[in-house]
Structures are given as structure tokens and as C-alpha cells.
């Protein structure tokens, strides 16, 4: 796999160096989604999420990333909406001082919203843009610990709504 990524890195033109300055990274925070509770008995517009995430730095502050975000579900009555995305995109950071990086993240998200209960099983897809900021600090030489704010939207039957995920995690550099 990392000669297909180094490959495919070369092909583009970049330094396949690049390929053994990666990280990866998780984090978890909570999820919020933009629905509307009016009229409703038993409303939770809100849930605990998650986020792994890749990337290859391009030089000192850009980054090409892919990742996945699971941004749990929202429940209205005696059913719920699940919310999941993979992410592709860019990671822009610039230093405040010697110990912290603003990061800022601009990319596409394919949303997958999948229904339960009386809101239909059925899942649908979309496409829709992603954009994040946060801050991140290092440990020591390869570990650093981040924290951010991504904004996206979902559709489900029609309807849409915004969503953000506040998170806190770790990030480990090759």
C-alpha cells in the first residue's frame, strides 16, 4: 500500500519523500445537528463523535488528508438518523508560536445518512463540502494533541442540516 501511495505521489509531480513525513490521528468530541425538535416528544439533536483522519504533508504548512468521521446520530421520536462521512481535502496550518498551529481544513465530505425506526430504513449519499479549525500542539518529536471545530451539512429524505463536531485527540508523525 505504501508503494501504491508513493507511486501515486511521484505521478503527481510531488517528492515521494513526503510518503515518510505522514500522520495519522483520532479524536472524539461531541456532535451537533442542526434539526428541527418543534412538535416533537422525544427530541436528541446531539451525540458523541469520531474522527480518523490521514495525511501527507506537501511542504511545512499544507497537507493533503483522507479521513473518516462518524458523527453519531440525531433521534426525533422512535426514530434516529445516523451520520457518517469520508473525507478528502487539505490541512493548512500556521504557527501562533513554537508550541502551537492554527489548522484549518477545506475539503469534500460523502455524507452517508442511514434512517432507523419511523424515519424509514434506508441509507442515502451526498456529497457535500467540509470545512474545520482547530489547533494542535506537540508532545514530543511525533506525537502532538489537537482539538478543532468541523462544519459540514447532511441530507436525509429531502430535508437538510448543518452539523458540527467539537473534538480533542491525538495526531502521531511518521
Known amino acids: ?31 451537533h445537528f442542526n434539526v428541527d425538535c418543534a412538535g416533537t416528544f422525544q427530541c436528541s439533536d446531539s451525540d458523541v463523535g469520531l474522527k480518523l483522519y490521514g495525511g501527507l504533508p506537501i511542504n511545512q504548512n499544507v497537507a ?39 489548522v484549518g481544513r477545506l475539503g469534500v465530505a460523502a455524507m452517508t445518512t442511514e434512517g432507523s425506526g419511523w424515519l424509514a ?21 511525533n506525537w502532538k494533541v489537537q482539538g478543532g471545530l468541523d462544519l459540514t451539512s447532511f441530507d436525509y429524505l429531502g430535508d437538510s442540516g448543518s452539523l458540527y463536531m467539537l473534538h480533542v485527540g491525538v495526531q502521531y508523525g511518521f
Do not use: C, W
Not at 501504491?4 to 479524536?27: M, P, R
Not at 493533503?64 to 478528502?88: P, R, W
Not at 449519499?125 to 514530543?140: D, K, M, R, V
Open 1 to 31: 500500500m505504501k508503494k501504491l501511495v508513493v507511486s501515486l505521489l511521484a505521478g503527481l509531480g510531488l517528492n515521494a519523500a513526503f510518503a515518510a513525513d505522514g500522520y495519522i490521528g483520532a479524536s472524539i468530541g461531541s456532535s
Open 121 to 141: 430504513h434506508r441509507s442515502e449519499n451526498h456529497t457535500q463540502f467540509l470545512a474545520g479549525i482547530g489547533l494542535e500542539s506537540p508532545l514530543n518529536k
Open 64 to 102: 493533503l488528508e483522507v479521513g473518516y468521521t462518524d458523527f453519531g446520530q440525531f433521534e426525533i421520536d422512535h426514530g434516529a438518523v445516523s451520520v457518517s462521512a469520508l473525507t478528502v481535502g487539505v490541512a493548512l496550518r500556521a504557527p501562533i508560536n513554537h508550541h502551537i498551529n492554527v
